[in-house]
């Protein structure tokens, strides 16, 4: 039992060294410059400060977490070779994509309380798991559409120009679908004039659900692209 629990420890830590290596310092730092340059303009504009704010004032921040780890994943295994070995056992890179996304989305939501416990701290008193929690679904569904894109252009830089380009048709789109369960960008917080509190939450919660299957889809999708080894081989 003591020789699992250690076995799976260095596993886990394994992999974070490999998920969060590299540039991901800089994405972490990039995010909390955001998120306090944000707070700071929103005080300047004597903005009305509450929950639904600081969903908003969180959201960009919480794309950049997951930006890296999920556009330059595939690629880092590429570049240091890990794809041949990977590919050599059979099933393998399933066990192991699917113990880095589940590790990515666990530390990515740690992250996120942590922001919005200082949010909380020296802006607007709120609950740092619920905020986070709402959070998480709008991220795993970007992130998940990432991890499909770079299983098919197998590099980092081009998934990232995609997944820039798709989330500007994604906002433009946001404002088209507006407080509709289709809005990736919907705010659970900041209730629409003339929507009723359980018409909005039905809102919200059909809108999770999407999300939620989305996201499932797209992992699927992109673990189906790493059966086509000689794409990657």
């Known amino acids: ?61 919480a ?31 399933y066990k192991v994509w699917l113990v880095r996304l589940a590790l990515i989305f666990t530390q990515i939501f740690v ?24 959070l998480l679904f709008p991220i795993c569904f970007l992130g998940s559409l990432a991890f499909l894109i770079s299983t098919r252009l197998k590099n980092g830089n081009a998934t990232a120009v995609v997944m820039v380009l798709l989330g500007l048709a994604l906002s433009i789109f946001s404002e088209i679908l507006e407080d509709t369960l289709w809005d990736v960008f919907l705010n659970p917080f900041d209730l629409p004039r003339g929507f009723s509190q359980l018409a909005w939450q039905q809102v919200v919660w059909k ?17 189906l692209n790493l059966q086509r080894r000689e794409r990657y081989v």
């Open 207 to 223: 809108n999770r659900v999407f999300l939620c299957v989305g996201s499932i889809i797209f992992i699927l999708t992109a673990l």
């Open 111 to 134: 992250l996120l309380i942590l922001f919005s416990i200082f949010g909380s701290w020296l802006l607007y008193p709120i609950s740092p798991v619920h905020l986070a929690s709402q």
């Open 1 to 61: 039992m003591l020789n699992a629990i250690i076995l799976t420890w260095r596993v886990i830590r394994y992999n974070l060294k490999i998920i969060f290596a590299g540039r991901f310092i800089w994405f972490f730092l990039a995010a909390l410059a955001f998120y306090i340059f944000f707070m700071v303009v929103s005080v300047l504009d004597n903005e009305e400060v509450n929950i639904g704010l600081m969903y908003e004032l969180t959201f960009f921040p």
């Open 63 to 93: 794309i950049l977490l997951i930006f890296y780890p999920m556009v330059f994943g595939l690629q880092r295994d590429d570049d240091a070779g890990m794809l041949e070995i990977l590919f050599g056992i059979p099933d393998y890179r």
